[in-house]
T-cell receptor, first 112, second 114 residues
């Protein structure tokens, strides 16, 4: 079945460092890919999405490109802030409304 | 516009009891999905309701059930609670018209089974 694999955390960075969180997927057909973020004590918020190969999703300085040839959707940010500290989830949706398949999540901690 | 509202925020139950969780979607959203989040298993899809009908279902035992009302509000029920049911239960809503659309999540109900 469909699945998502994320790099394990926690990831600890200093403020203004470059961030990469790796995400690869296995799916039939042409899924849509998402990054969601969860701040402490809160639900998930959509960070960005891409719906077809070579699409780049971007939001709040974060970017991810849908790479079908490598089945990847890595999350990047050029300069992280303390406020980016959260858990990040990569997910896919494969034409089953309301059903997202999530990776295990990567906890990011940014130190001043 | 109000977000997705889940009640209660916290619940403590004992093994063998049953529990009902509630979710009010964003106004105009007709799809409601439920997820279980645990440290060991991560986020797992329970089921999705659209226009009062279950449209998709995950791989959970029959003790987990749900329903949706005509105003799109949804409830999730877990019967004969087990210790392993302790988790954060998240509800998400969407318009339901695009199978790959963005989901809006509530803050969740934290269920502890003692």
């Amino acid at each position: 079945g469909d699945s998502v694999t994320q790099m394990e955390g926690p990831v600890t960075l200093s403020e203004e460092a470059f961030l990469t969180i790796n995400c690869t997927y296995t799916a039939t057909g042409y899924p849509s890919l998402f990054w969601y973020v969860q701040y402490p004590g809160e639900g998930l918020q959509l960070l960005l999405k891409a719906t077809k190969a070579d699409d780049k999703g971007s939001n709040k300085g974060f970017e991810a490109t849908y790479r079908k040839e490598t089945t990847s959707f890595h999350l990047e940010k050029g300069s992280v802030q303390v406020s980016d500290s959260a858990v990040y989830f990569c997910a896919l949706s494969n034409n089953q409304g309301g059903k997202l398949i999530f990776g295990q999540g990567t906890e990011l901690s940014v130190k001043p | 516009k109000a977000g997705v509202t889940q009640t209660p925020r916290y619940l403590i139950k004992t093994r063998g009891q049953q529990v009902t969780l509630s979710c009010s979607p964003i106004s105009g959203h007709r799809s409601v999905s439920w997820y279980q989040q645990t440290p060991g298993q991560g986020l797992q899809f329970l089921f999705e309701y659209f226009s009062e009908t279950q449209r998709n279902k995950g791989n959970f035992p029959g003790r987990f059930s749900g329903r949706q009302f005509s105003n799109s509000r949804s409830e999730m029920n877990v019967s004969t609670l087990e210790l392993g049911d302790s988790a954060l239960y998240l509800c998400a809503s969407s318009l339901g018209t695009d199978t790959n659309e963005k989901l809006f999540f509530g803050s969740g109900t934290q269920l502890s089974v003692l």
